[in-house]
């Protein structure tokens, strides 16, 4: 019997659905009935709450208020509920133009990796990026480079891999510290070649963080999620 591949928080987009050997025989059995389903019909079912509780496929495709018209990338109710209120706060700092839209963290051993790859994808989309490779200078501990990335951007993202979850422990990143960071409403987790649970064994706290992830969708989605996200 097929097994499928993400069984405890779910698939996070439709294609991911479709690749599942488990579940992509119903979803193309519910196929015709998912495109039927608007842009605008998205939003009214987040608004009113609707679509949530029925494990399907709708239930878990939306769009959020800052999605734009044109825009194919869909959400779970579980990203928008968490991207709400950093969305909120990217609002609230539109009126400080010095402000980088996006602090990458990342592992030392990932910059010229995923970390630069991922860098180069946001920027080709016109977001502003505050990457250690051009801005952080090298030996300052990560706290400090979080910290520091976050009061000068919009929104920090924390680029979660095997070398991520090796590397914070070592840092000594304690849980009232990384509180403080999450409190701020503007630190999204970007999970890539690990999973949730294995962050959540190193950081509790980032771990019990919704965020996105490349196992569920292509990168380049991602990357468009967060584009939308900070796009003002």
């Given at each position: 019997m097929a097994r499928c591949t993400a069984p405890v928080r779910g698939h996070r987009s439709a294609s991911a659905v479709a690749n599942c050997p488990a579940c992509g025989g119903r979803y193309g059995r519910h196929n015709s009935s998912y495109r039927s389903y608007s842009p605008s019909s998205y939003s009214s079912a987040l608004r009113s709450g609707g679509g949530r509780s029925n494990g399907g496929v709708s239930g878990r495709s939306i769009k959020p208020r800052w999605s734009g018209a044109g825009s194919s990338v869909l959400y779970t109710p579980e990203e928008v509920r968490a991207l709400t209120p950093i969305r909120n706060n990217v609002e609230d700092l539109a009126k400080r133009p010095d402000l980088r839209d996006v602090f990458l963290c990342h592992a030392w051993d990932d910059r010229k990796g995923?970390?630069?790859?991922?860098?180069?994808?946001?920027?080709?989309?016109?977001?502003?990026?505050?990457?250690?490779?051009?801005?952080?200078?090298?030996?300052?501990?990560?706290?400090?480079?979080?910290?520091?990335?976050?009061?000068?951007?919009?929104?920090?993202?924390?680029?979660?891999?095997?070398?991520?979850?090796?590397?914070?422990?070592?840092?000594?990143?304690?849980?009232?510290?990384?509180?403080?960071?999450?409190?701020?409403?503007?630190?999204?987790?970007i999970v890539h070649e690990t999973t949730y649970e294995a962050l959540r064994e190193v950081s509790p706290l980032l771990g019990s963080r919704t965020g996105l992830s490349t196992a569920e969708e292509p990168i380049a989605d991602v990357v468009t999620k967060l584009a939308e996200l900070v796009s003002i």
């Open positions: 995923v970390a630069k790859e991922l860098y180069d994808l946001l920027e080709s989309r016109g977001v502003s990026v505050w990457f250690s490779e051009k801005d952080v200078s090298l030996g300052v501990p990560l706290l400090r480079a979080i910290d520091k990335g976050l009061a000068n951007s919009r929104v920090g993202i924390v680029l979660v891999t095997p070398a991520m979850l090796r590397r914070l422990p070592a840092e000594g990143i304690a849980d009232k510290e990384l509180s403080v960071l999450l409190s701020r409403e503007r630190l999204v987790p």
